[in-house]
């Protein structure tokens, strides 16, 4: 892909001048970690498939390094701002970008929905790209998936231990709720590893980016989706445990053992075994027959 030349935000040159002429320091509690590579920034542009015809959200612009890629690749931009300090950096940086909206709020906070048809109308195409805080990336991801935004792409910069466990397959230690959310509403895989080298201050974990990709509808068909989701968090809740332990603890009354054990019987899952070497098939037969039978009292 050809890209504009200019002077780039993301190199340790720019942003420490960019830094100092506001006198900005670095709020830890906000996960600020700035990317100052402007080789990853474009390999995330890549992976999110961005075309002028197409739309971005970002969460977290931070001075705008990512930001600033995302005008120059998709036709629109709004990005989503905790830190007022932010906002008049931004403004200077991303000037030249008609194309880039910067909404101030805390993501957890907004309707993202009502943003999306508000500011993003007109495009079919929306993903979400972002170098994530991470002191809120599991409740992000989970708040973008759960409340089916129209998305096409979710790809972000995350902890490599969350991108691991998100793309984690039965069986393995990494295995867990996650995993199977993740797996619900999307395809996942880890786009690349990235050293804390590139960030400005660097990270005390190592990072990744993970990307989704929506599905239209979820993998599996479900009758009740909270439920479903309940019957997997206690599947998983003590993984030492037995399924049936697990599930006797965290779902049924201690009277209801056998019950659940046929329960288990007709859906041909054995009660020993433990609740990672489930496929996803499999947690949507469980709960949909626990669903079917009214046992949760
Ligand atoms: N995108 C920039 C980059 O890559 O250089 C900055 C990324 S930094 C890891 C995370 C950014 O998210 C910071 O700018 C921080 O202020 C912002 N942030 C933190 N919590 C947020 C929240 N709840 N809602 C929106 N933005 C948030």
Do not use: W
Request: net charge neutral.
């Amino acid at each position: 892909m050809t890209r504009t030349v200019g002077k780039d935000i993301a190199t340790p040159t720019r942003t420490k001048e960019i830094l100092e002429k506001y006198g900005f320091s670095f709020k830890k509690s906000l996960g600020q970690n700035f990317l100052i590579d402007t080789n990853i920034l474009h390999n995330i542009i890549d992976a999110a498939e961005l075309t002028k015809e197409k739309a971005a959200i970002e969460i977290g612009p931070g001075i705008g390094a990512l930001t600033e890629q995302l005008g120059r690749a998709a036709g629109n931009v709004m990005a989503i701002e905790i830190d007022q300090r932010l906002l008049p950096i931004l403004e200077e940086t991303l000037a030249p970008y008609d194309n880039v909206e910067i909404v101030h709020g805390d993501v957890l906070k907004l309707n993202l929905k009502q943003l999306i048809a508000d500011k993003l109308a007109g495009y079919q195409k929306v993903s979400v790209v972002a170098n994530l805080p991470y002191y809120v990336t599991t409740p992000i991801l989970m708040k973008l998936l759960e409340e089916r935004l129209p998305l096409e792409h979710i790809v972000v910069m995350i902890q490599k231990e969350v991108a691991d466990r998100i793309a984690a397959k039965p069986g393995t230690k990494d295995y867990g709720s996650l995993s199977v959310a993740a797996q619900f509403y999307a395809e996942a895989e880890v786009a690349m590893v990235v050293p804390a080298s590139v960030f400005i201050p660097k990270p005390h974990v190592d990072s990744a980016v993970i990307k989704l990709t929506i599905r239209e509808k979820p993998v599996v068909q479900v009758e009740d989706e909270d439920l479903f989701f309940r019957v997997v968090r206690a599947c998983f809740a003590q993984r030492r445990k037995t399924l049936l332990n697990n599930l006797m603890s965290g779902l049924f009354a201690k009277d209801q053992k056998e019950e659940v054990i046929q329960l288990l019987g007709r859906v041909e899952i054995d009660p020993t075994r433990r609740g990672e070497t489930l496929r996803i098939e499999e947690f949507a037969r469980l709960a949909n027959e626990v669903f079917r039978t009214k046992i949760i009292r």
